[in-house]
């Protein structure tokens, strides 16, 4: 009887690290998507810079969701979890400075000549 709530005891854990770590491969997957949606930027001028700050900023906003959804699961650190919500907000500055006809960011002051 012993070895039979053993056998079940440990079948019941495998499932259940099973689905945490496919929740996991799910942020990793997330996360890859939002650093590639990152990397045109990177490039210098493209055609429809907008659409692509659009793109960037919903990955960001996707993988800060999932990663606030399943902090505990993922065992993500508080730390962690606050450089994906810099990074989003990070992409929404972007996004809505280049929509707007903006510079990405803005200049230094040292730069602004008056």
């Not at 999932?66 to 450089?83: K, M, N, P, V, W």
């Not at 907000?89 to 040292?110: I, M, Q, S």
Request: aromatic share 4%.
């Amino acid at each position: 009887m012993r070895t039979l709530l053993s056998a079940i005891a440990m079948s019941a854990l495998a499932g259940f690290g099973g689905e945490v770590q496919a929740q996991c491969s799910e942020l990793m997957r997330l996360r890859s998507e939002a650093i590639e949606a990152t990397k045109p930027m990177n490039r210098g001028l493209m055609p429809d810079r907008c659409n692509a700050y659009i793109r960037a900023s919903l990955s960001w906003s996707s993988l800060h969701a999932y990663a606030q959804d399943h902090q505990e699961a993922c065992d993500i650190s508080s730390r962690s979890l606050g450089e994906i919500e810099k990074s989003h907000h990070d992409a929404v500055v972007a996004r809505d400075n280049v929509c707007a006809g903006r510079p990405v960011r803005p200049f230094p002051a040292d730069v602004i000549l008056r």
